[in-house]
């Protein structure tokens, strides 16, 4: 793979592909009369909107961890039998967690294989809801899937959460998405959201901004080029966006990259970086910038001490291993600590030379295919093994970075 020493275009990215699974669920809950515009075009879109529609009892949702978990919760409020499927990797995910919680507020759902994991028997029924507890440091979309049909319930939900809550910015992208659609929700303290029983109402159109994950990407391009007038447009991006993802704009800053919001959208452009002895982030409210933000690091030679990254062992793929595992090919090696942190300080003289051939791996995970694309900037010899897994979440991306 080979890319300009130039880097000058403007980029029209996916829709968010967070807000829009959460916007399918809540206009479905709110009887389908929404007018839902600029919908993603990712796998995982896609597959909630053809489990929504399906008249089918068997429903595959592939890969697509937010569709498996957001449409866990709908079909159990929901009148009729449904089995909910998914890949092989799909089916080694747990979903006990929620499982567990929908059966506590009346649920009727059964593993049709392994305990604790897909594939699932739900057979839809009234809810009669109430006050549940959750670990707080389980993944936001467990947390997001029992609010969502929380006004659907007869008593509403009051949800506790025990512990350090992680992603809290999903968790809130999710109350504000409910209220616009009609929901009564609310923080009663630190730890306990309320959800009243009150029936959403449909808007006569929503509209999806663009994904500021998927910005990450060219966050990094610029922070690698060698372009010093480097200028990236990024159109339809929010300032005051819901996605807790558009920090990247923060945390790019030390790595030099500079972001002004214009009337064309969001310009990047590069600025000097600001040399810092260890980068240090907790990213445990923005875990999908993990392997970006690694990546980047390592291409700049800047040491980094990333923590907050517990739940990236059940992602797509383990990402805290695929991380080390394909640096390690670059002679990087990056440590992990707890199961949720990864650094690296010393980068020696065991990395490769920039003509060296380095073949990545993508283990099924779009994010490892777009986070060591940009490598090409200073590996030219550089090839991503399975570039189709980029459908997930972002599938213009290759063609995007041919139009440069």
């Not at 997001?144 to 809130?172: C, F, H, K, N």
């Not at 929010?238 to 002004?260: A, W």
């Amino acid at each position: 793979m080979h890319l300009p020493a130039t880097l000058q275009a403007t980029i029209t990215l996916p829709s968010s592909k967070s807000i829009c699974n959460r916007a399918l669920i809540l206009a479905a809950l709110s009887g389908r009369q929404t007018q839902l515009e600029n919908l993603s075009d990712c796998d995982d879109t896609r597959v909630l909107v053809r489990a929504l529609q399906s008249e089918e009892e068997v429903i595959d949702i592939m890969a697509a961890g937010t569709a498996m978990r957001f449409s866990t919760a709908y079909f159990s409020t929901t009148p009729g039998t449904h089995l909910i499927t998914g890949t092989a990797r799909m089916r080694q995910r747990p979903i006990g967690v929620l499982v567990e919680a929908l059966r506590q507020l009346g649920a009727n759902v059964e593993y049709a294989e392994v305990e604790g994991f897909p594939p699932l028997r739900i057979s839809g029924r009234a809810l009669k809801g109430g006050a549940i507890s959750l670990p707080a440091d389980v993944s936001s979309q467990y947390i997001s899937a029992l609010l969502m049909v929380g006004p659907t319930l007869q008593e509403g939900l009051r949800l506790r959460l025990v512990g350090t809550i992680l992603s809290r910015p999903y968790i809130d992208m999710t109350i504000s998405l409910m209220r616009q659609f009609g929901a009564e929700v609310k923080w009663e303290d630190d730890a306990t959201i309320c959800v009243a029983p009150q029936p959403y109402r449909p808007l006569k159109e929503f509209r999806v901004e663009s994904d500021w994950s998927a910005a990450s990407y060219w966050y990094e391009l610029v922070a690698l080029s060698p372009d010093p007038d480097a200028r990236i447009v990024l159109p339809y991006l929010f300032e005051n966006s819901l996605q807790g993802d558009s920090r990247i704009r923060e945390f790019f800053i030390p790595l030099g990259v500079h972001t002004e919001f214009t009337t064309e959208g969001v310009v990047l452009t590069k600025r000097k970086a600001e040399a810092t002895e260890v980068f240090r982030l907790d990213l445990s409210e923005q875990p999908d910038l993990a392997q970006t933000l690694v990546v980047a690091c390592a291409m700049l030679r800047q040491p980094f001490h990333f923590t907050g990254l517990q739940t990236l062992k059940i992602k797509e793929t383990d990402r805290i291993t695929a991380l080390r595992t394909e640096l390690k090919k670059m002679g990087i090696r990056v440590k992990e600590a707890n199961d949720s942190e990864l650094f690296c300080s010393d980068f020696g003289a065991t990395e490769l030379p920039p003509n060296a051939f380095v073949s990545i791996d993508t283990y099924d995970d779009h994010r490892m295919a777009m986070a060591f694309a940009p490598c090409a900037l200073r590996y030219p010899n550089l090839r991503i093994n399975h570039p189709e897994v980029v459908s997930k979440s972002y599938p213009s991306f290759w063609q995007h970075l041919e139009s440069l």
